[in-house]
């Protein structure tokens, strides 16, 4: 009995290999699915980094794309900075400055010809070293920091050509089309930027009538003499010639605003550079 007794608490606490075999196994199963589950974790978070970066490096060449706009609208509205022949270009008589091509001498850099395809499609705006290129600056005198930390790689640049958009007159001046390229802090980071922009003719002093009222300044519309704005604020008589005699048989008709009248960002320019070049 005592022998029975022995052998039977013997077999009783020895353990049996097979649950421990099976606890390493499941703890190893959870290694794993933990594991896997954190590296999915990190590789979410760097790929949310890696486009937080994207995003704000292209934010910044878009800021500096506009600001190259900018530029170039201050350029052809006529800076102190700038060269006497650069203001000529810009007036009534100075088409000739604008070539198949663009200029790239002193005082007709960057003036395209309109043609088909398109200057700012067949020229390289990336290149850094294009010399038919307006830097950022060059005209008006602008500074803009670049090439180190969160500051842009290079500077911006721009082109202009010189358009006739259908049924433009010469009373209402003259229309440009402005292109600018801005880049972030990699300079393969960019942002192609354009904008129309209409310079009205030169402001002619309007005849005094006596009325007290005044007719303020010519802003280069068809008979806009209020205020330039065709809205009748020169006497508050709501017309567009500013002077109270609005005719009854002629509407006022809608004028366009000097200065940028509208702007859109060429998001494939890479590709439509592509097709147009030779």
Do not use: K
Not at 106 to 118: F, N, S, T
Not at 195 to 217: F, Q
């Amino acid at each position: 009995m005592q022998c029975h007794g022995r052998i039977a608490r013997a077999a009783v606490m020895t353990p049996s290999p097979t649950p421990r075999g099976l606890a390493l196994v499941c703890a190893l199963m959870l290694m794993l699915a933990t594991m896997v589950i954190g590296v999915a974790v990190a590789r979410g978070a760097f790929v949310l980094l890696a486009a937080a970066h994207n995003e704000r490096d292209r934010d910044l060449a878009q800021a500096a794309a506009e600001a190259a706009l900018r530029d170039a609208e201050h350029d052809i509205a006529g800076t102190a900075d700038a060269p006497p022949d650069r203001a000529a270009h810009f007036g009534p008589a100075g088409a000739a400055a604008f070539v198949d091509g663009c200029g790239r001498g002193a005082d007709d850099l960057g003036l395209c010809l309109a043609r088909a395809p398109p200057a700012w499609q067949t020229l390289d705006l990336a290149a850094g070293d294009n010399p038919a290129l307006v830097p950022y600056g060059h005209f008006t005198g602008a500074v803009l920091a670049v090439g180190r930390g969160m500051l842009p790689a290079r500077l911006p640049a721009y082109v202009i050509e010189r358009i006739a958009p259908p049924g433009a007159t010469a009373q209402q001046g003259s229309f440009y089309r402005i292109t600018a390229i801005g880049f972030g802090t990699r300079a393969s980071t960019r942002v192609v930027l354009q904008s129309l922009y209409r310079l009205p003719p030169p402001a002619s002093a309007p005849p005094d009538d006596g009325d007290g009222h005044g007719h303020g300044h010519t802003g280069g519309d068809d008979g806009a003499n209020g205020d330039g704005n065709g809205d009748g604020n020169g006497d508050g008589n709501g017309d567009d010639h500013g002077n109270g005699n609005h005719s009854p048989t002629r509407p006022p008709g809608r004028q366009l605003p000097a200065g940028r009248i509208g702007w859109r960002d060429i998001a494939n320019w890479a590709e439509l550079h592509a097709h147009a070049r030779p």
